[in-house]
């Protein structure tokens, strides 16, 4: 399984950050598992985000519930992160993950003017 992230690398504050991830498998049912977004701010642990479920249900993180959406693509292999009115505080590397064990090499994004 393969996890690539895309999205800006910069991002002004007030700004919605919008972040894409695409799976790649030849061998897993990629619909079976939790499609998560995770993140880790610089100098901090990681942070659970949100994640796509196997019936298509968003799950997210009460603290970001009011700002974030995350989405699944027609192609089925590829899903979407978004954050509204971003503040410095979002900068972080952003990681999209199937399940616990599959993760991309991640993305960063600074929150700056």
Sequence with gaps: VQLQESGPGLVKPSDTLSLECTISSTTTNIKNYYWNWIRQPPGKGLEWLGAIGPSGEAHYNPALASRISILRGTANNHF???????????????????????????TQVLVSS
């Design 80 to 106: 979407t992160l978004q954050l509204t009115a971003v503040i410095p505080r979002d900068t972080a590397k952003y990681y999209c993950t199937l399940g616990l064990w599959d993760w991309g090499q991640g």
